[in-house]
């Protein structure tokens, strides 16, 4: 397995899954040892080399004996080596780390270590980042909330993952452990999704409002689309845009599970898609959760700092202002345009941000602190943008920003047709985005002011309620 995975042909994950449906024979604690081995074989894999060079044998069966070394009990481990194994094994155990540069020690490339060293507090970052993450589960605004869920579990066999709530979101709970989510009832009802806390608070941060029209401009597998339509209440029209149609596919199961009904998934053009077009200068909000390196998930994805590289980074960074261009036009005078990446990389984050507002002055910064605040979530950050670290706030490497472009002198009132049309020329299968088209004819909700409310959700129940990754 290991051998595969470093060929770096495919993420690890997908390789990991290959694998194991290759191999159906192979039961579930040992698919979680064999999984966990190779993850750990990727947060300390230059170390590791480093090590394995004082061995003798295969490199790779060397690697693996150290991934294996952190799964099992040693005296389990032994039972498969040879004696001159078992000596090596001894001597790289006993070696003082701090003796090593901080590249090796804590297992990152060069040119990343370059750029991990400008920022704050650089060494407490990288053991953060090499560390397993939590999982990080959310309820469904729309069927539930979170006391009922966990009052429930704490009733039931989820008792034994002692969830908790996570400090900042008011819709998270983190668990510690891989528990099978998928077979819980409160996932098959739709109640919860998985989703890392800091990419709940991108949800805070666009504000939705009930009867809004709002683009997720890269929605990936829908997570963030989710919980952005719970909190419209299923109202409006909520447009899921993405350059992939495999994606899109892998988010109407969570749609359907979830209840939502103004959802509109719509596969656009890399660049200069006429259905985008059609938007322009219509959305009061829209959130740009752009493709990036995704170096502030390498927790979850340690194989990233191994799979991307300097030249990669270049192209994401075009890539992204090229996105945050075209999704900044289909904002309407006083909407809101939020940019997000899971990144750590000042290129991908405040330098994108600070170059789309020098060619944009009709939008402004807004302070992120503040946009949470108004909603009663306090996040300790500095400055104007949102800014996640795993060691600081247990979460993700997460980067935001929140602007607002100018209201307009004197605004005309919008027209629904060219919306009408985008939505008829989709045609889509699926129950939930045929009702979000019914609704096209709906009167809009007035645009936004300079400092809009943020939805109050327990203002607005509608009726009983009751409650993915």
């Not at 503040?370 to 400055?383: A, C, Q, T």
Request: glycine letters at 6%; one cysteine or more.
């Amino acid at each position: 397995m290991l051998g595969e995975v470093l060929q770096w042909r495919y993420p690890a994950d997908a390789v990991l899954s290959h694998w194991f449906r290759a191999h159906s024979q192979v039961g579930q604690r040992d698919r979680g040892e064999i999984a966990e081995a190779v993850f750990d074989v990727l947060r300390h894999l230059r170390r590791y080399r480093q090590f394995a060079e004082s061995g003798q044998g295969a490199a790779t069966r060397r690697l693996a004996v150290l991934g294996l070394a952190s799964v099992w009990p040693r005296s389990t481990l032994d039972t498969g080596l040879e004696e001159p194994e078992r000596g090596w094994l001894d001597y790289v155990q006993k070696f003082d780390v701090t003796t090593l540069p901080l590249a090796v020690r804590y297992s990152v490339p060069d040119w990343l270590m370059e750029r991990l060293q400008t920022l704050p507090e650089p060494e407490s970052l990288l053991l953060a980042l090499n560390r397993q993450a939590p999982l990080d589960l959310r309820i469904n605004p729309l069927k539930t909330d979170r006391d009922t869920v966990l009052a429930a579990w704490a009733q039931g066999p989820e008792a034994r993952w002692d969830a908790q709530p996570t400090p900042y979101s008011p819709w998270g709970m983190r668990i510690q452990g891989r528990p099978p989510i998928n077979r819980w009832r409160s996932f098959e009802r739709g109640e919860i999704e998985v989703q890392d806390e800091g990419s709940q608070l991108l949800a805070a941060l666009v504000a939705p409002r009930r009867g809004e029209m709002i683009i997720d401009y890269c929605a990936g597998a829908g997570g963030k689309t989710l919980l952005l339509g719970a909190l419209m209440r299923s109202t409006g029209r909520l447009y899921a845009f993405d350059v992939s149609t495999a994606r899109l596919a892998r988010a109407k199961p969570r749609f359907a599970r979830s209840g939502l009904s103004n959802i509109v998934p719509v596969v656009i053009a890399e660049r200069h898609d006429q259905r985008v077009k059609r938007l322009r200068g219509k959305a009061h909000r829209v959130l740009v959760d752009a493709p990036c390196s995704g170096l502030g998930t390498l927790r979850r994805n340690p194989d990233l700092k191994w799979r991307q590289h300097p030249e990669s980074l270049v192209e994401l960074c075009a890539t992204q202002a090229a996105i945050l261009r075209d999704a900044a036009s289909c904002v309407r005078p006083g909407g809101r345009l939020v940019y997000a990446s899971c990144s750590l990389l000042p290129e991908e984050n405040e330098q994108q941000v600070e170059a789309f507002l020098a060619e944009n002055p009709d939008f402004t910064l807004l302070d992120a602190g503040k946009v949470l605040s108004d909603r009663d979530i306090r996040v300790p950050l500095e400055g104007p943008w949102l800014r996640l670290r795993p060691d600081v706030h247990g979460t993700d490497g997460f980067f935001a920003a929140v602007m607002q472009r100018r209201s307009a002198p004197s605004a005309t009132k919008e027209k629904v047709a060219d919306e009408t049309n985008l939505a008829s020329a989709d045609k889509p299968a699926d129950p939930a985005t045929a009702a979000a088209q019914a609704d096209a004819a709906q009167p809009e909700a007035p645009a936004e002011t300079a400092s809009p409310a943020f939805i109050d959700e327990s203002a607005n129940q509608e009726g009983p309620e009751t409650h993915s990754s």
